[in-house]
């Protein structure tokens, strides 16, 4: 029996231990309460920034639309106003009258068709042109007299950042004849901002919906016009998620600041609207959990001085406890007993438990223990526990407990009941004398765990088998014989699948080997015949486990030598290698519902996976042979590092093509082929795609041994294990004659064989791609399609190899005359076009064709002779008029003759660029 100063000390552990769980579960009770005050904390201040957005939309909404009733109001007004002899006083006085009462906007304009203000609350406006500026470009582009266009903020002419709402005007032939614009008042905007900031930390900006910055409360320098539609903004972010409005929590990029901002698009479901506002109101993300943090820090404090406390009090709480050990045994002598029942009762909750007196009266049970002697809990408290035993269990049970009785120390039982395996705990229960009076009872049905210990035994017997090579026959059949006899199975047998449909017997065990016997004559298959319907076949058909009772009508052809030799179940588990059905692994019982235990048949499994993993290894170890002859003979060079890329094996064909030999490259990592061809960022990506398990390809330009450079198509293959990188494979295909050849066939498409210009077909290529951009950035382009004078004089009279030599000075002769970003191309003949990008100005044009016409017009000597030829210039400009390939070079063409007419050797500009000179 323990000594009371043992059982005490172990009680002060539990103490520590009852502290420590008690400081854990109020700290995580204290991180949690943290956590869910953030939580709150950001879900309001969400939905009070969502609020305030709202109230915004709200406001902006409700003046949107009384500006656009007004608009629509002075458009019905005009036709009254035009006819009338004081129409523009009135409309004058109209428009004032409109600017008072609508705090909102600043100015009334009415514009005609060509962009001239007629009418405005502003008398200094009358006469101005509004054409130039993006609103009314707008309009023009797609007039609607439904639509309520938006402007992007801009600059007004009177020196104001504000922004316009229009309306187009539409004639009674349906034609654009002007606009009314409002244009927005930005300090009643500013009001409106200003009024949903509700703590000092909060700013709040409005945006153009492309992105455009109209204005930020409180104020910032160089925010107005800045434009937040950038890749990765927050602004975009809502923009792309198609809602109407979004809260995020990120770096603002209007400030640069970490904040909460709630987004919302303003576009009232009233109003045909061409573009939206955006509304963003923010606060500062440390300011709105500073409180929070303060909290935090509190709470962290206070649970550092309780833990300090705690522990303190504790230590000398036992250490008084300690000091007063003799008088508090005698004290809690009582306590002590009820203790005992309490804790017997504890120590046995999930199994089995009972309370019961020395002779065996049972005083307590649960329901688990009550259920497995077949009685109910109630009915059988105060009844003695061995009546409910058989005989010979219980006489032998009377004896443990009569021997734990003496010794007083707790004990164990194990026996076996009805093929199941019981371990019961007993623990003595002692008196207030320290006799034991009682027992409590804790009895664990270990039946699965008995054989699961015994599986694991076989596995880990077969993983050692594996690993020392033991032969193939031999290990499966002493799986089957440790099977046979750990789950005193009558039949187990392994079965090979047959190419022809059937089932050869590898091995068997079991205590009825005839059986088997009669299997080999009748035969067993796995095609769709008679003697492939049983389990087997259907295992091998479906890959699934089958399982089948001798009375199944699908084994009726085995039915008769089964009853013969007493089985009644049968079992058959697919074994599977590399994704094929190898053979089958099967099981016969002379109990009927042996396989009807979910916990054996996973037991099972487990045990034919492992004769696959068996079969599998022993077909790898002849395929890795084979693979190894066949990459030591392969034409393209192998090469195999370990994961941190050090060179483990490479092929003949590898040393070959590097000029390394083996023993060279063994133990090197791929840097030693490195040719300096690649960038950085070519590697970074290489290793961060196969770091990830993913197979790489690429070209790659590697440096022999020799110095020399050679190209190969790399291809860098990952091998895993478990998820793990073991080796890294690459396959290198020399493809160096291959790309020279490509080079040259791909000059040839695109170049000049004479000259070395850009030919016929990389010219369009590159003028489509000059319109794009000038289409795109609306910028600027000119075309110049110039011919030859003279030249076909020189080709007739000294032949073409003076011809191609004068062709050739010319193309040098016009590249010098050009910048990098110009492009000049040969389209065959003497003829020759230049792109010419970036020149806004129509003088810049022609002082590029003056200085062509002069370099041309200097002769040329060739042989000693000296040559004179001229050259005629078509010029086209990128204009609406002239705005596809088709076009530019139709102008341009023209342009050219119209030089030749003029005199030749000079230039002339197409039919829309002398019309814009006008």
């Known amino acids: 029996m323990p000594s009371p100063i043992i059982t005490k000390e172990s009680h002060f552990l539990k103490q520590w231990l009852m502290l420590v769980s008690v400081l854990l579960a109020f700290g995580v009770f204290i991180a949690q309460n943290i956590y869910s005050e953030h939580v709150r904390i950001d879900a309001e201040e969400r939905e009070q920034l969502l609020a305030q957005t709202t109230v915004v939309d709200q406001n902006m909404s409700r003046q949107l639309d009384s500006i656009s009733r007004a608009l629509l109001g002075i458009r019905n007004d005009l036709d009254e106003w035009a006819t009338l002899a004081d129409g523009d006083e009135r409309a004058a006085q109209y428009l004032n009258a409109l600017v008072d009462a609508m705090p909102g906007v600043r100015t009334f304009s009415v514009t005609d068709a060509q962009g001239a203000v007629t009418a405005s609350n502003r008398e200094q406006l009358i006469g101005h042109s509004f054409r130039q500026f993006d609103y009314f470009q707008s309009v023009l582009r797609d007039p609607r007299s439904d639509m309520l266009y938006v402007s992007k903020p801009y600059t007004t002419s009177l020196g104001v950042y504000s922004m316009s709402v229009s309306r187009a005007i539409i004639d009674a032939d349906g034609k654009f004849a002007g606009l009314i614009s409002a244009t927005l008042a930005p300090a009643e905007f500013e009001v409106l901002l200003n009024s949903v900031r509700y703590a000092p930390d909060v700013w709040t900006f409005l945006a153009h919906s492309d992105g455009t910055v109209f204005m930020m409360v409180p104020g910032r320098k160089k925010v107005p016009g800045t434009n937040l539609a950038q890749p990765g903004t927050l602004f975009t972010l809502h923009s792309d998620s198609h809602q109407t409005s979004n809260v995020f929590v990120g770096m603002v990029y209007l400030t640069g600041e970490q904040r909460m901002i709630a987004l919302r698009t303003v576009q009232p479901a009233s109003l045909l609207m061409d573009r939206a506002l955006v509304v963003a109101v923010s606060r500062d993300l440390p300011t709105i959990f500073a ?87 109630e009915a059988i408290i105060g009844k003695n526990i061995f009546e409910f035993l058989p005989e010979q269990l219980a006489q032998s049970r009377r004896q443990k407990f009569a021997q734990i009785a003496q010794c007083g120390v707790p004990g164990t039982i194990e026996d076996v009941r009805a093929g199941q395996n019981f371990l019961s705990s007993v623990y003595p229960v002692l008196d207030a004398q320290g006799e ?3 027992f409590a009872v804790y009895a664990a049905d270990v039946t699965q765990q008995r054989r699961q210990q015994a599986i694991d035994d076989m596995l880990s017997t077969i993983n050692q088998e594996i690993l020392q090579g033991v032969s193939l026959h031999e290990m499966l059949t002493h799986i089957c014989q440790r099977v046979a006899v750990l789950l005193q199975l009558e039949v187990v047998w392994l079965g090979r699948r047959e190419p022809g449909g059937a089932i050869s017997v590898l091995t068997a065990a079991g205590t009825a080997m005839d059986y088997v016997d009669q299997l080999k004559q009748n035969g067993v298959r796995w095609d769709d015949t008679p003697q492939g319907r049983g389990p087997v076949g259907c295992a091998v058909r479906t890959g699934q486990m089958q399982s089948f009772r001798v009375d199944d009508p699908a084994f009726q052809y085995w039915a008769k ?72 003979a392969a034409g393209n060079g192998v090469m195999i590092t370990d994961p941190a890329g050090k060179i483990q094996w490479v092929n003949q064909a590898f040393s070959r093509l590097c000029g390394y030999s083996s023993q060279e490259l063994l133990g090197q990592t791929p840097r030693i082929l490195k040719s300096g061809q690649q960038s ?41 294990n478990e998820g793990e990188i073991t080796h890294f494979i690459a396959i290198h295909e020399d493809i160096s004659a291959q790309k020279l050849t490509q080079e040259r066939i791909e000059h040839l498409a695109h170049y000049d064989a004479l000259t070395g210009l850009p030919n016929r077909a990389l010219f369009y290529d590159r003028l489509r791609q000059a319109l794009a951009v000038a289409k795109r950035n609306d910028g600027s382009l000119a075309l110049l399609y110039m011919d030859l004078d003279g030249f076909k004089q020189v080709n007739d ?32 003949g003497d003829e020759f076009t230049i792109i010419v990008s970036e020149t806004h100005l129509h003088e810049d044009v022609a002082g590029v064709a003056q200085k062509i016409i002069e370099a041309i017009s200097h002769p040329f000597d060739f042989e000693g002779e000296k040559l004179q030829i001229g050259i005629s210039i078509g010029i086209a400009r990128y204009s609406e008029e002239a705005s596809t390939e088709d076009e530019l070079m139709q102008h341009a063409d023209q342009a050219m003759y119209e030089a030749k007419s003029a005199g030749k050797n000079t230039y002339r500009f197409g039919s829309v660029d002398r019309l814009n000179q006008r």
Not at 333 to 357: C, D, G, P, V, Y
Not at 798 to 826: F, I, N, P, Q, S
């Open 797 to 828: 009279s000294m032949g073409h190899h003076v011809g191609d030599l004068l062709l050739m000075g010319v193309a040098e002769r016009l590249t010098g005359c050009l910048r990098e970003c110009d492009t000049v191309a040969r389209l065959g």
């Open 561 to 632: 030598s089964a009853m013969e030799h007493h089985l009644q179940s049968t079992l058959a588990i697919p074994l599977v290698i590399h994704n094929e059905i190898y053979g089958v692994f099967t099981l016969y019982s002379s109990n009927p519902v042996l396989f009807d235990s979910p916990a054996l048949i996973s037991q099972l499994t487990s045990i034919g996976k492992h004769i696959s993993i068996a079969l599998e290894a022993a077909t790898n170890q002849q395929q890795i042979r084979l693979l190894g002859s066949a990459l030591e």
């Open 291 to 377: 409180a929070w943090r303060h909290d935090v820090y509190v709470k962290c404090g206070l649970m550092g001085i309780l833990i300090l406390f705690s522990v303190m009090g504790l230590f000398l709480y036992q250490r008084r406890q300690r000091a007063y050990l003799a008088e508090y045994r005698h004290a809690a002598a009582e306590k002590e007993e009820q203790m005992r029942n309490q804790h017997a009762l504890l120590n046995a909750i999930q199994e089995s438990t009972f309370l019961m007196e020395k002779d065996g009266t049972v005083l307590l049970i649960n329901e688990v223990g009550a259920q497995r002697l077949n009685v109910n809990a």
């Open 680 to 720: 950085p960022e070519y590697y970074r990506a290489l290793w961060a795609g196969i770091s990830k398990g993913e197979t790489w390809s690429s070209e790659t330009v590697e440096r022999a041994r020799d110095g020399s450079l050679y190209t190969v198509s790399q291809t860098i293959t990952p091998i895993l």
């Open 436 to 438: 034991v009076a009682r």
